[in-house]
């Protein structure tokens, strides 16, 4: 009876679509500044793939969980940020009259999104849903290399496949078969600091805007982290040197 109940939970596992894991075809990869234990964000970089998101992103995928105000964390002064707040509309409400009401947006207001609810945003997109990015980039394993890779590999199928109507061939999404059509081509949008617009170059600058959206602690983690293995290293030391001295006379 046991073996049975671990065969079926073993089979469970092994047989449960594991996102990536699916993917025969390997993710591109890039040497990312928030990688490994001192890895921090890159502030320029955040910027220019917040311009991308909403230039080119921002159409169908919303961004519930992330406010005006946190783009502070991108560098922008507190001017910079209501300026950029105002330029979208909020509903807010009911009014003394019972009324929902639109608005400009403030810097406390969470980021609005392009459908009024998920079946709208389903009626748009050929019955499939774009999902809220605010945590895709942790939602997803190896998550900035899958977006990096995801947002660059569209292409023909191959000789014999069918792509149906509405889908779109892609090798780095699990099926290959995606229903978001390409959004990126290179040259989308103009940068200010004159940063390259390759598509690879828009996905990377993506990729860390959505890595900083979803994980905005980040730095701070990592820097706990490193201080508390320097601390334990040197705790370590002094327990050794204690110990020697406390048993000295035992041996
Ligand atoms: C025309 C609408 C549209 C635009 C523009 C668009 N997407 Fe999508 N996106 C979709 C739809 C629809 C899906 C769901 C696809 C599916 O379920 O097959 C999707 C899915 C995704 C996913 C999830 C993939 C997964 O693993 O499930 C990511 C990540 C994503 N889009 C990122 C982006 C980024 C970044 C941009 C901007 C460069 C963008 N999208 C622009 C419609 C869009």
């Avoid at 490994?36 to 080119?56: H, I, L, S």
């Avoid at 009626?123 to 809220?132: E, I, K, V």
Wanted: hydrophobic letters at 45%.
């Amino acid at each position: 009876m046991l073996s049975r109940i671990g065969a079926v939970l073993l089979f469970g596992v092994l047989s449960s679509p594991a996102w990536g894991a699916s993917s025969d075809v390997a993710l591109k990869t890039r040497d990312w500044s928030f990688s490994g234990p001192f890895g921090t964000f890159d502030k320029a970089a955040m910027q220019r793939g917040f311009q991308v998101y909403n230039e080119v992103c921002a159409g169908c995928h919303s961004m519930k969980l992330i406010a005006f105000r946190n783009f502070a964390d991108l560098g922008y002064s507190a001017a910079e940020i209501k300026a950029l707040a105002a330029q979208y509309e909020v509903q807010d409400g009911p009014n003394d009259d019972g009324e929902m009401f639109m608005r400009p947006a403030i810097p406390a207001d969470r980021m609005p999104s392009p459908y009024a609810n998920d079946n709208a945003a389903r009626a748009g997109n050929n019955g499939a849903l774009p999902p809220d990015l605010s945590l895709i980039a942790k939602a997803r394993p190896n998550g900035p290399n899958y977006l990096y890779s995801l947002l660059s590999s569209y292409g023909d199928a191959p000789n014999g496949k069918e792509v149906p109507d509405g889908m779109y061939y892609n090798t780095a999404y699990p099926g290959h078969l995606i229903a978001m059509p390409q959004p990126l081509y290179g040259d989308d949008v103009e940068f200010s600091d004159g940063a390259p617009t390759s598509i690879e170059a828009l996905s990377a600058d993506l990729t860390q805007f959505l890595m900083w959206a979803a994980e905005p602690k980040m730095e701070v983690r990592k820097r706990i982290g490193v201080a508390a293995v320097f601390f334990l290293s040197i705790f370590v030391i002094f327990s050794y040197l204690a110990k020697r001295r406390i048993w000295a006379d035992v041996h």
